[in-house]
């Protein structure tokens, strides 16, 4: 396979996993054969390998590897079919591969399952964290956080990130020069988060926190070692400073020194409710920790693989900017997007959903069995890891058509139930799926409606030791005004 022409698909592995698609149904085939003539009930296969290490080197490797984490379950599932078992870092993993097996997690959430409880992550995030905390709490705290990334109470956060979005990418094509669309995408959305949650808009303090940010999330899957050096020495010292930092602006806040419009001062104006009606300090506190974290690199990323899919097909890039052409033209000059202008986005919806089901941002989402139970017939045992294999499910043929295109069209249509899962379902269904969504929308709005730009950089290797699939290369690219291409033209 020749790598790195522009028209070819991004990710080796994508393909082989299509080219090796009939290599694992016949191995499907084979085992269901097996299992009607024996009339036992089937265990998943796999190799779960020595105890405790089973498989953990493989995975690391493919972890280091540019063909990313995923790569490690490509091969598992071509060798063993599309169910299959190993043993990661002494624990047993399934990976779930079908949208009805995606539903019976997504609903029995909490009861039948729940996310493991990774030591390193709780001290990083803050036991208080969305992603931490127990049922009951999770509900009552996810409840509070929601309003804030209702897509009503959006419409500010539209108006200030398009703002800073056109004067930024302004800036990039004066300059002339190639720049990362990651790095700028990380910025942007880091910036946009900060103003958004607690009105930060100040340079230097926006560096230390994205800083200590990195920091905490480097931390978050390490050995929970407090050893100088150590990811997690750093992470927890990342967090100490952060936590200061927030509490600081909380205290000023609540002295009446300063007064802002953003999700931290919506949560302030609860403390004289019940308990059950507002969060306490290291909730808020924690929480603003999780949704920095959890939502900067998911949405960067996205927006990346868009300019990357958008460049690679011309001919749905050439669509998404008629439609952006449609909206500005019957606006006055200058004049900002809002909120509305967005729902006449539909092109670019469905531009985001087709990047969002190619990119696959969160590979997998990993849920831990609370009790023996049953998954699609097979026997799942109280302890066992089940991961509900998105990457799969969405470039399943028998789902998808022709899966490995990028055919925002195919939008058109209503998806299968849980056959479109980027953001989740259920209780824990991203909380920033609103804002990562308009988010998206405004960029490629602005990007596709103002200009065209080069692929600075064809590699299409992934970023080593990503748990987010990233281009390698940053997705380098050149901006040009369109006003300038229609003059050359
Ligand atoms: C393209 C961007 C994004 C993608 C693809 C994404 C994807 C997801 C997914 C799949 C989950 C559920 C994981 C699971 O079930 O284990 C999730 C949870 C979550 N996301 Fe996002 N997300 C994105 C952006 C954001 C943003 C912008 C924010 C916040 C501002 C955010 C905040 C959260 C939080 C707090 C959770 C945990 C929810 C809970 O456990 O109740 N995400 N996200």
């Known amino acids: 396979m020749v790598l790195g022409l522009p028209s070819e698909v991004a990710i080796v592995w994508r393909k082989e996993q299509q080219e090796n698609k009939r290599d694992v149904e016949c191995v499907d085939e084979r085992r269901a054969w097996k299992r009607a003539t024996t009339n036992n009930r089937e265990e998943i296969p796999g190799r779960l390998g020595l105890p405790f290490v089973g498989e953990t080197f493989s995975f690391l490797s493919a972890t ?3 063909r990313g984490c ?7 599932r071509l060798w063993n079919g599309r169910w299959f078992k190993t043993r990661l870092f002494g624990k047993i993993h399934i990976f779930v591969p079908n949208p009805e097996g995606a539903r019976t997690i997504f609903a029995n959430d909490f009861v039948l399952f729940n996310k493991g409880y990774v030591k390193s992550m709780a001290d990083a995030v803050g036991k208080k964290s969305l992603l931490c905390v127990p049922v009951e709490s999770h509900k009552r705290i996810r409840r509070l956080l929601s309003e804030p990334f209702s897509m009503t109470s959006l419409s500010a956060f539209v108006t200030k990130f398009d703002k800073l979005l056109c004067e930024r990418l302004q800036k990039l094509e004066e300059r002339g020069k190639s720049f990362k669309v990651l ?7 880091f910036d946009a988060m900060c103003d958004m949650l607690m ?8 560096q230390q926190i994205e800083e200590d940010c990195n920091a905490v999330s480097d931390a978050m899957l390490s050995i929970p070692i407090m050893i100088p050096g150590t990811r997690y020495y750093k992470g927890i010292t ?8 927030f509490r600081e602006i909380i205290g000023r806040r609540r002295r009446g020194e300063e007064t802002r419009e953003d999700f931290l001062q919506s949560m302030l104006q609860r403390d004289s409710l019940p308990p059950s009606e507002k969060l306490d300090d290291s909730e808020i506190m924690d929480n603003l920790l999780t949704l920095i974290i959890a939502g900067q690199t998911t949405t960067a990323a996205a927006m990346m693989w868009s300019v990357k899919f958008l460049h690679d097909n011309r001919e749905a890039q050439d669509i998404l900017r008629e439609e952006q052409l449609s909206i500005t033209n019957i606006k006055p000059d200058g004049a900002s997007l809002s909120h509305e202008d967005l729902n006449n986005i539909r092109y670019g919806l469905k531009v985001v959903k087709e990047t969002l089901r190619m990119s696959n941002v969160l590979l997998w989402f990993p849920r831990v069995a609370l009790q023996d139970c049953t998954i699609e017939g097979y026997d799942i045992k ?7 294999d998105a990457t799969y499910i969405h470039h399943d043929s028998d789902l998808y058509n022709d899966p490995l295109k990028f055919n925002p069209k195919r939008f058109d249509e209503h998806q299968k139930p849980y056959s479109f899962i980027p953001f989740g379902s259920g209780p824990r269904t991203c909380l920033g799926i609103n804002m990562a969504k308009v988010t998206m929308l405004v960029f490629l709005h602005r990007l ?3 200009y065209t730009w080069t692929l600075d950089d064809l590699d299409t290797c992934l970023e080593k030791k990503a748990h987010i699939p990233r281009l390698r290369s940053g997705c380098p690219i050149t901006l040009k005004s369109l006003s300038k291409t229609m003059l050359e033209a």
């Open 64 to 66: 280091n590897s540019t």
């Open 70 to 76: 995923y790569d490690f379950v490509r091969l598992r």
């Open 183 to 189: 790095d700028f995408c990380m910025k942007m959305t």
């Open 199 to 206: 009105s930060i808009t100040e340079d230097s303090l926006l």
């Open 238 to 245: 990342a967090r100490k400073r952060l936590m200061e930092t």
């Open 382 to 388: 109280k302890g066992w890891h089940v991961n509900i």
């Open 448 to 450: 596709a409606g103002g």
